[in-house]
């Protein structure tokens, strides 16, 4: 990285998620909601090259710490990744994501006729995970499954 990206790059304290599979960086800014007019500091890189996984995108989040629903949001988009906390410009925890065992209100069936995506029905979507690589999850209403890549 050139000393003028690393400039712009460091966060005095939030959140940084690393190991984002190459080209994912805005579908885990979209599954935490974050559009840039929350007022967050948001450095978004992409494509930038990595020893693991030849290419990946990294998002940094400045003033802003992920509680666990958060945390399984960027599992759900980015099984890979890993998620620091900092603080004073430190690295103070450092987590690899896991695929959740159960997910409610995360995931949306994709099945067109299932009660919860029925407009009239107040049902929650969930879901339980079934399979490991690629992690696969069962709707628990009816028995859709999704696979996650």
Same mark, same amino acid.
């Given at each position: ?10 966060? !005095?304290?939030?959140? &940084?998620?690393?190991?984002? #599979?190459?080209?994912?960086? +805005?579908? &885990? ?21 990595? !020893? ?18 958060? &945390?399984? +949001? ?37 099945? #067109? ?8 029905? #107040?049902?929650?979507? !969930?879901?339980?995970? &079934? ?15 999704? !696979?996650?890549?």
């Amino acid at each position: 990285m050139s000393s003028e990206v690393s400039r712009f790059a460091r966060i !005095r304290s939030g959140t &940084v998620i690393d190991h984002i #599979p190459a080209g994912r960086a +805005l579908e &885990v800014l979209r599954a935490l909601g974050i559009s840039g007019r929350e007022g967050y500091r948001t450095i978004v890189l992409m494509n930038v090259e990595s !020893r693991k996984l030849g290419r990946k995108d990294v998002v940094k989040i400045e003033g802003k710490l992920l509680d666990s629903r958060e &945390v399984a +949001l960027v599992a759900l988009a980015a099984l890979s990744a890993t998620i620091s906390t900092v603080e004073d410009f430190e690295v103070r925890r450092k987590v690899r994501v896991s695929a959740p065992d159960e997910v409610e209100g995360l995931l949306k069936c994709p099945n #067109p006729t299932c009660i919860t995506n029925k407009e009239r029905e #107040p049902v929650r979507s !969930r879901f339980r995970r &079934v399979g490991g690589r690629p992690v696969e999850y069962q709707c628990a209403y009816c028995g859709t499954m999704v !696979r996650l890549e």
